[in-house]
T-cell receptor
Framework: EAGVAQSPRYKIIEKRQSVAFWCNPI?????LYWYQQILGQGPKLLIQ????????DSQLPKDRFSAERLKGVDSTLKIQPAKLEDSAVYLC?????????FGPGTRLTVL | SQKIEQNSEALNIQEGKTATLTCNYT??????LQWYRQDPGRGPVFLLL?????KEKRKERLKVTFDTTLKQSLFHITASQPADSATYLC????????????FGKGTHLIIQP
C-alpha cells in the first residue's frame, strides 16, 4: 500500500513570496490533516478535512494560509505572503479509522 | 488550552536496559493518548494508542501506561536497541468530535551500544 505522498520535499523562498504544497493521501482515507512542525517542536495541527469539508481550522492563520481538498482526495496548502516564522516542515497525514499516517513532509525555508 | 510536557532533553540509555519516557498534560481530559516515533527527515510513525478507560497497553517490546488521575502517560521500551534511537512524541486528541492531535515537543532517545 502506497503511503502519503507530498511534494515538493524542499522549498526555499524569499519573505513575502507565495508557496504551495501538495498532498496525496492513502487511497480511501477520508480524513486529511496538515500539520506545521517548527524545528525542535512537535507537529501543530493547521487544518483537518473530512472528505472535502473542513472539520477543524481553528489554528490556521487564515490571513495568510489557505487549504483546499477538491474532490475529497488530494489537498493543497498555500501560504501568501510568507513570513520568516513560517520556516518549518509541513506534514500531511491521512486516516481511515483514527490512526494517522504521515507523509515525509515539505521543508520550507523563508529567507 | 491543552498543554503537554515531555522531557525534551536527550535521554541516554544503555543497550539492553529499559527506556522510560514521560508525558504529562494539563487543562484537559483526553479520550485517548497516542505515541509516535519520528526519525530525522521523516514524518511521525504511529506506535500505540491508549484510551482513557485503559490502564496499560503492550505491543512487542513497547508498553504504555495511562494515569488519568495524575494526568500522565509513561512509555517503556524494554530490551532497548540502538535502532530504537529516535524522537518519541506524545499526542492527545483535540476533542470536540474532531480527531486532530495536539503533540508534545518530543523526547530524543539515544540507545548507546
Amino acid at each position: 500500500e502506497a503511503g502519503v505522498a507530498q511534494s515538493p520535499r524542499y522549498k526555499i523562498i524569499e519573505k513575502r513570496q507565495s508557496v504551495a504544497f501538495w498532498c496525496n493521501p492513502i487511497s480511501g482515507h477520508a480524513t486529511l490533516y496538515w500539520y506545521q512542525q517548527i524545528l525542535g517542536q512537535g507537529p501543530k495541527l493547521l487544518i483537518q478535512f473530512q472528505n472535502n469539508g473542513v472539520v477543524d481550522d481553528s489554528q490556521l492563520p487564515k490571513d495568510r494560509f489557505s487549504a483546499e481538498r477538491l474532490k475529497g482526495v488530494d489537498s493543497t496548502l498555500k501560504i501568501q505572503p510568507a513570513k520568516l516564522e513560517d520556516s518549518a516542515v509541513y506534514l500531511c497525514a491521512s486516516s481511515l479509522t483514527g490512526t494517522q499516517y504521515f507523509g515525509p513532509g515539505t521543508r520550507l525555508t523563508v529567507l | 488550552s491543552q498543554k503537554i510536557e515531555q522531557n525534551s532533553e536527550a535521554l541516554n540509555i544503555q543497550e539492553g536496559k529499559t527506556a522510560t519516557l514521560t508525558c504529562n498534560y494539563t487543562n484537559y481530559s483526553p479520550a485517548y493518548l497516542q505515541w509516535y516515533r519520528q526519525d530525522p527527515g521523516r514524518g511521525p510513525v504511529f506506535l500505540l494508542l491508549i484510551r482513557e478507560n485503559e490502564k496499560e497497553k503492550r505491543k512487542e517490546r513497547l508498553k504504555v501506561t495511562f494515569d488519568t488521575t495524575l494526568k500522565q502517560s509513561l512509555f517503556h521500551i524494554t530490551a532497548s536497541q540502538p535502532a530504537d534511537s529516535a524522537t518519541y512524541l506524545c499526542a492527545l486528541d483535540r476533542g470536540g468530535g474532531a480527531d486532530g492531535l495536539t503533540f508534545g515537543k518530543g523526547t530524543h532517545l539515544i540507545i548507546q551500544p
